[in-house]
């Protein structure tokens, strides 16, 4: 099990314990985190989970691949930080990542 901490756009923290394995948005939608729509369902094809990766995190969590990359040119106000949450696998190197929601999704 990892730690993984989601905050919704109204501040409310979202304190898990997820496996490892298992993706930021998969958790995300699992416990009813408001601001993630992952409507394509995790296959990196609508940016509707769009996150803001916590600054501590985002070289551990890596950069988005070209093609998630190309989906985060449809998201809302993209940051450098900017991740699609089904693309951020946890593993043991994540334990204790944050993650922000964004204001609305795409």
């Known amino acids: 099990?990892?730690?993984l901490t989601i905050i919704a756009f109204d501040?409310?923290?979202?304190?898990?314990?997820?496996?490892?394995?298992?993706?930021?948005?998969?958790?995300?939608?699992?416990?009813?985190v408001?601001?993630?729509?992952?409507?394509?369902?995790?296959?990196?094809a609508c940016a509707t989970c769009h996150v803001y990766v916590d600054d501590e995190w985002v070289e551990k969590a890596g950069s988005p691949s070209p093609m998630?990359?190309?989906?985060?040119?449809?998201?809302?106000?993209?940051?450098?930080?900017?991740?699609?949450?089904?693309q951020i696998k946890m593993t043991a190197a994540l334990d204790g990542l944050t993650v922000h929601v964004p204001e609305r999704q795409g």
Do not use: W
Not at 11 to 32: C, K
Not at 39 to 44: D, F, H, L, Q, S
């Open 1 to 3: 099990m990892a730690q």
């Open 11 to 32: 501040g409310t923290r979202f304190d898990l314990s997820v496996d490892e394995g298992s993706t930021v948005m998969e958790n995300a939608v699992r416990n009813s």
């Open 34 to 44: 408001p601001g993630i729509d992952a409507e394509c369902g995790g296959a990196c």
């Open 68 to 86: 998630e990359e190309d989906m985060l040119d449809f998201a809302v106000d993209v940051r450098p930080n900017s991740r699609l949450s089904c």
